[in-house]
């Protein structure tokens, strides 16, 4: 059973530049979220999908926008690259509703690493 | 707001010594707290999980026990080993289907 799935796995962009990342989730998952982890840094909150709609949004600008497909997979789009938006770029699926606690358990990816010159 | 606080590292330790990993959270209510776990050139995996205070979560020889009361959540290891080396994240989420608020993360170097 393949996990979470991120391509690519590294990029290079220059300032004022656009990117997309792309992810597909862990089979069973409905839930997409992107996380932003800079070097040395916990994982910092970008965004969620569920049912191809935005359900909660951390502290990023508008910059960072992204999509849900039917098929539950994913795309985190950066647009206007700043040299501060470098960094590794974490998708993490789940399922909505939690697991069997009820706790919230994501399924991560390796990641996508941003570089920005 | 919810924010969690992990002890610095990196902590350096031999083969088959004792491990603690200190945690602790500031969050109202009854969050949940997890363990995280980062291997090299990987992603975060669940290293192990607690939803409610004086749950113990477990795994791999590690655990964690929720204090509502000191609002810690320490990750501790009576034996580690060489591959437990890593980066360690404890994390909470404010309620199911919340986001997840992570520390910032201790790295792990085990000499053989």
């Known amino acids: 059973d393949a996990g979470v799935t991120q391509s690519p796995t590294h990029l290079i962009k220059t300032r004022g530049q656009q990117v997309t990342l792309r992810c597909s989730p862990k089979?069973?998952?409905?839930?997409v979220s992107w996380y932003q982890q800079a070097l040395g840094q916990g994982p910092q909150f970008i965004f969620q999908?569920?049912?191809?709609?935005?359900?909660q949004r951390g502290n990023f600008p508008d910059r960072f926008s992204g999509h849900q497909f039917p098929n539950y997979s994913s795309e985190l789009n950066v647009n206007a690259l700043l040299l501060g938006d470098s960094a590794l770029y974490l998708c993490?699926?789940?399922?909505?509703?939690?697991?069997?606690?009820?706790?919230?358990?994501?399924?991560f990816g390796a990641g996508s690493r941003l570089t920005v010159l | 707001g919810n924010s969690v606080t992990q002890m610095e590292g990196p902590v350096t330790l031999s083969e088959e010594a004792f491990l603690t990993i200190n945690c602790t959270y500031t969050?109202?209510?009854?969050?949940?707290l997890f363990w995280y776990v980062q291997y090299p050139g990987e992603g975060l995996q669940l290293l192990l999980k607690?939803?409610?205070?004086?749950d113990k979560g477990s795994n791999k020889g590690f655990e964690a026990t929720y204090r509502k009361e000191t609002t810690s959540f320490h990750l501790e290891k009576g034996s580690v080993q060489v591959s437990d080396s890593a980066v360690y994240f404890c994390?909470?989420?404010?309620?199911?289907?919340?986001?997840?608020?992570f520390g910032k993360g201790t790295r792990l170097h085990i000499l053989p």
């Open positions: 993490a699926s789940s399922l909505l509703g939690g697991d069997a606690s009820g706790a919230n358990v994501l399924t």
């Open positions: 089979s069973g998952h409905d839930t």
């Open positions: 999908y569920y049912e191809e709609e935005e359900r």
């Open positions: 969050a109202t209510g009854y969050p949940s």
């Open positions: 607690a939803t409610k205070a004086d």
């Open positions: 994390a909470l989420t404010k309620n199911r289907d919340d986001k997840i608020i």
